[in-house]
């Protein structure tokens, strides 16, 4: 494809991309449970070993395998980023697009409410909406989601509100296109290219989100694997097991940098305003 090929024609892109890919095959095998051991499973006799042939990256307090828990925890972020992320396109682009369409009362009151929304931090947002709706798994992609529906609702809203005085959709409301057709076809299919952008990029960000969560103890809740609670746990054995911090710590960083330089490169090469040349 040709999206495909200016990607690994992209200095960042090609970095992003491969790690990005391997992320996303490691998530895979986590989430369809093939892993070297079981992720949950104890074995007491073998705690605390550190990286050997048999466990690769050491086993934790309670002898279960690090790289089985991390191929989990791997999965289990992506699977809260993917949905949040989402949940947070979707319900961005409706109210970014019906702020802009409809415009006036609806666009003040929209917008001033994504503002409102705006004006916490987000992880502080986040943990506000789990505490009072409990922890688990599908709070925090709920959660996360919320967080991150302004920043999609102000990307739509902006170039949407550009589209609309254009002089095709001027056009298409002449020949009698109804307001639906005009929305999707002209506006919502001319924001594809900022909305890639903005989903790449938010995938780290609710990467980060999720693992703060979880090492609060506000997401992913034990004995399932997540890279926070992993995290979280090798706290109180930094010098005396420090593999148990190093590699979900790793996993994390990478992984953030992966979707950043491919979110990068993709605004390089969707955005004609943006365009220079490959690194």
Do not use: C
Not at 121 to 131: K, N
Not at 181 to 210: M, S
């Amino acid at each position: 494809m040709r999206i495909l090929r200016a990607i690994f024609g992209h200095g960042s892109g090609r970095i992003g991309g491969i790690i990005v890919g391997v992320y996303l095959l490691v998530a895979i095998l986590g989430m369809l449970g093939l892993t070297p051991h079981n992720p949950i499973t104890q074995y007491r006799v073998d705690r605390l070993h550190a990286p050997n042939g048999a466990y690769w990256m050491g086993t934790d307090l309670f002898g279960r395998d690090v790289a089985s828990r991390l191929m989990a925890g791997v999965g289990q972020s992506f699977t809260v980023a993917f949905f949040s992320v989402a949940f947070a396109t979707l319900a961005g682009t409706v109210l970014g697009l019906a702020a802009a369409w409809l415009g006036r009362r609806w666009d003040g009151v929209l917008m001033r409410i994504m503002d409102v929304l705006l004006a916490f931090p987000a992880i502080l947002l986040a943990l506000l909406i789990v505490t009072v709706a409990g922890p688990g798994t599908w709070t925090s992609v709920v959660a996360i989601g919320i967080v991150y529906t302004p920043i999609f609702t102000r990307v739509v809203r902006g170039p949407a509100l550009s589209l609309k005085a254009r002089e095709f959709v001027d056009a298409a409301r002449t020949f009698g296109s109804s307001s639906s057709y005009i929305v999707t076809r002209h506006l919502l299919l001319n924001l594809v290219a900022p909305l890639t952008v903005q989903v790449t990029l938010a995938l780290a960000w609710a990467l980060l989100t999720e693992a703060g969560l979880s090492f609060l103890g506000l997401g992913t809740q034990p004995p399932a694997a997540s890279l926070g609670l992993m995290l979280s746990d090798s706290r109180n054995l930094m010098e005396t097991a420090p593999w148990l911090m190093i590699f979900p710590g790793l996993a994390i960083m990478i992984s953030i940098l992966g979707f950043n330089l491919l979110g990068d490169a993709l605004r390089d090469i969707l955005d004609p305003r943006m365009r220079r040349a490959p690194a």
